[in-house]
């Protein structure tokens, strides 16, 4: 089954403590990309990667970090969390090119006290 | 700078009943337009994709359409269901890659 796969789907965690959001594809996707939602915000870009070893800041890119080693794999990292941070986070995946459907994780709800 | 507004913020209707959610969105230049539905601590389940070149998208009970020059979108569902119960947003790919510029979603509610 063509999946988007993210881990973990809840974290609590504390300030200034670092961590890894996991995401992998299955579907050979180039592009791969990670979106947080907040109320009356909606869903907005924070990095994306084209290919392997190619990745570009997004909309709201600041206290965030990823890697795309692997094309299947693009996780995102929090090297020092902060309560503003504290959001509903999506993975998302696509093939390159204009007009390519775009599929989505099941989220992961970050709370950072 | 594309901006996508999704009318209304919130909706509720008794079961039965033929609704039309409606997006517009700011540039016309887009590549294509993506419905999705959330429903409560899942992700984000795409209904229909429709190409710029295309004016309107089909799958079962619900169709979207596209005027690409007025920059509206609306996502038609029939004879609804409790089941159809969920938020409901709308995305634009307008170049910059393959990034989707997101409404802030209509909230569904199907009653009974």
């Known amino acids: 089954e063509a999946q988007v796969t993210q881990n973990p789907r809840y974290l609590i965690t504390v300030t200034g403590k670092k961590l890894t959001v996991t995401c992998s594809q299955n579907m050979n996707h180039e592009y791969m990309s990670w979106y947080r939602q907040d109320p009356g915000l909606g869903l907005r870009q924070i990095y994306y990667?084209?290919?392997?070893?190619?990745?570009d800041k997004g909309d709201v890119p600041e206290g965030y970090k990823v890697s795309r080693k692997e094309k299947r794999n693009f996780p995102l990292i929090l090297e020092s969390p902060s309560p503003n941070q504290t959001s509903l986070y999506f993975c998302?995946?696509?093939?390159?090119?204009?007009?390519?459907?775009?599929?989505f994780g099941q989220g992961t709800r970050l709370t950072v006290v | 700078k594309q901006e996508v507004t999704q009318i209304p913020a919130a909706l509720s209707v008794p079961e039965g009943e033929n609704l039309v959610l409606n997006c517009s969105f700011t540039d016309s230049a887009i590549y294509n337009l993506q419905w999705f539905r959330q429903d409560p601590g899942k992700g984000l389940t795409s209904l229909l994709l429709?190409?710029?070149?295309?004016r309107e998208q089909t799958s079962g009970r619900l169709n979207a359409s596209l005027d690409k020059s007025s920059g509206r979108s609306t996502l038609y569902i029939a004879a609804s269901q409790p089941g159809d119960s969920a938020t409901y947003l709308c995305?634009?790919?307008?170049?910059?890659?393959?990034?989707?510029?997101f409404g802030t979603g209509t909230q569904l509610k199907v009653e009974l």
């Open positions: 429709i190409q710029s070149s295309q």
């Open positions: 995305a634009v790919n307008a170049g910059g890659g393959n990034k989707l510029t």
């Open positions: 990667s084209m290919n392997v070893e190619v990745t």
């Open positions: 998302a995946s696509s093939s390159l090119g204009r007009g390519t459907e775009a599929f």
